[in-house]
């Protein structure tokens, strides 16, 4: 049994983002450079190697955190935090938020990106809220193809230990529980771009 889950069991709107897949990319490589990404590369370190949980990102520590340079990491750019558009990204990517809107019940959605040669260890994740279970849904937006390199997302079931790996690709869906343990690595010598949706399961 797949450690990965089904969208379709809980929105099957999703689809909308892939059947407008090369819409959105265009959208998003002709924007990418006036988007506003920050830089979480060290509290997801740090919060990983000391808990074994991903770094929350909220409000606060959104507008806290630096912003993104050349060097390399974790990168997330803003769109949506329960029901309020950030404007500040999503004035620029129309056809995204409008295609977002129409998906409804997502809690939190960004565009992230996870440079060449970097990895998130091990780790968990808590739900945004307590008691509102979410199903994190990364989308493969811009994902180069290398030969001999790749991105990857691996799951471990916590009872046998088993790894379940999958390779990022564009216009694919991976879908899971924060709270499977999971980690994240980037071979390739570009980086790789997801949209990340935390999708309500029982809005």
Known sequence: ??????????????????????????????????????????????????????????????????????KPGWHMAGLLYANYLYNRNSDFLPILTETLKEIQTLNVCAINILDSG????????????????????????EVPVEDGKQSIIEMKDNLTAEVETKVFKENEFYCFWPSTEHRI??????????????????P
Not at 118 to 141: A, F
Request: cysteine-free.
């Open 1 to 70: 049994m797949s450690l990965f889950v089904d969208y379709n069991f809980f929105n099957p709107r999703l689809k909308l983002l892939s059947d407008k897949f090369d819409l959105i990319k265009k959208e998003y490589i002709l924007n990418r450079d006036n988007l506003e990404f920050k830089d979480f590369t060290e509290q997801q370190d740090k919060n990983i190697s000391e808990y074994g949980k991903g770094y929350p990102i909220g409000v606060e520590s959104y507008f806290s955190a630096p912003q993104k340079t050349d």
């Open 118 to 141: 970097v990895s998130l260890k091990w780790h968990n994740d808590d739900d945004y809220e307590e008691g509102v279970p979410t199903l994190r849904t990364l989308w493969g937006l």
């Open 185 to 202: 690595e980037n071979t390739l010598s570009l980086p790789r771009t997801v949209v990340a949706i935390d999708l309500l399961t029982n």
